[in-house]
């Protein structure tokens, strides 16, 4: 047990660091949703991380929500998340009964602005976040069979299945330029579970995946001998560098794999970018969100749910072999983690804009 605490201290040590505690408000007797259902937007395909995390939230909230509602998760893909999440701007209410589920591949477009994106963090209430990590792998007939073989990608042609550049694509992206690597992006796929698919299919030779899918999905082909992990992204310790991730400790970070491959540290205004979307997206990669106008006590409702779930024993004794070491927060803290996650310098912004205008096609709003 102080094991475990330990880790998962270190998984988020350095937004924790913004806060000592985690309060998660009021009580909120009043609030009842017996006989309803209550509908939670996950803007992505079935089978990735997202969906993952969200299913495996989504079967004990109910029995913590007041009135034990029906908790019933509603894949929406599409736009690189922007499709449902555009969705539930236009249609939730400020009932608790419709409440969404983002990742960084929803951050992303808002960061950078995406012209698909129709909503804004502001207009948002958190209920909990939640970090997590992932992990970059390739195919056994590239010749690698672990990450001291990485060197055998370089000048080799890479093809990666993405939702899209301002997806949480881009930071595997970014990493694989700071790195020199060549790898095409096919944009348009519709969630990582489907670039997962596309990886079994053959059809690309290079992968991430959230530590949650890469659990339940790559682990088994790893043991198959059908995929090679080559690092993982790492977690940030409470001075904020990058330490391995206690979900897979005998997986080396990117920075460590940086330096297997090109035989220095990584530094520079790649890697610099590479850091900025990391930083952003994965502190706070999974959140839960409720109209800004939902009442406080519902808001306060679901952050006392959430903590209740997490002191389930059917949840404490499956979490880690779903999710991964990685804790689910409300309150002050969950406020924190989504204020470090939703925020962009304007000059990182147009540095990225511009490369990937520049490099990949891709045209985004003006400043």
Avoid at 26 to 49: L, R, W
Avoid at 53 to 79: C, D, H, M, S, T
Wanted: some cysteine; aromatic content about 10%.
């Amino acid at each position: 047990m102080l094991n475990n605490t330990l880790r998962r201290r270190t998984t988020f040590g350095l937004m924790a660091g913004l806060l000592a505690a985690c309060l998660t408000g009021p009580a909120a007797a009043e609030v009842n949703f017996a006989g309803k259902t209550i509908e939670f937007i996950i803007p992505f395909s079935a089978g990735g991380g997202s969906d993952t995390w969200g299913r495996f939230n989504a079967q004990l909230l109910g029995k913590y929500l007041p009135g034990n509602p029906v908790v019933v998760v509603v894949n929406e893909p599409g736009g690189g998340s922007t499709k449902g999440s555009n969705l539930f701007a236009a249609r939730a209410k400020p009932d608790g009964e419709m409440i969404l589920g983002t990742s960084a591949s929803t951050q992303f477009p808002y960061l950078l602005g995406d012209p698909r994106v129709r909503y804004d963090y502001k207009d948002w209430k958190i209920a909990m976040a939640g970090p997590t990590g992932g992990v970059v792998y390739t195919t056994p007939t590239l010749g690698p069979k672990s990450v001291d073989d990485i060197a055998m990608l370089k000048g080799k042609d890479l093809v990666y299945a993405s939702q899209g550049a301002t997806s949480l694509d881009l930071v595997p992206l970014l990493g694989f330029k700071a790195m020199d690597l060549n790898v095409q992006h096919v944009f348009g796929f519709k969630g990582r579970g489907d670039g997962r698919l596309s990886f079994e299919r053959g059809e690309v030779n290079i992968d991430f995946q959230t530590s949650s899918a890469y659990i339940k999905n790559v682990q088994p082909l790893v043991e198959a001998g059908q995929a090679v992990p080559l690092f993982s992204l790492g977690v940030l310790d409470e001075a904020g560098n990058v330490v391995r991730d206690p979900t897979f400790p005998d997986l080396p970070t990117y920075p460590e794999a940086y330096e297997k491959l090109t035989g220095q540290k990584p530094s520079g205004p790649a890697y610099d970018a590479y850091m900025a979307f990391y930083v952003a997206g994965f502190p706070a990669q999974k959140m839960v969100f409720l109209p800004k106008d939902t009442p406080d006590d519902i808001i306060a409702a679901y952050q006392k749910a959430f903590e209740d779930m997490k002191a389930d024993p059917a949840y404490k004794e499956s979490a880690d072999a779903v999710l991964g070491t990685y804790e689910q927060v409300t309150g002050n803290l969950a406020q924190a983690l989504f204020e470090k996650a939703t925020a962009l310098s304007p000059e990182l912004r147009k540095q990225v804009a511009t490369m990937l205008a520049d490099d990949y096609g891709v045209k985004l709003g003006q400043e």
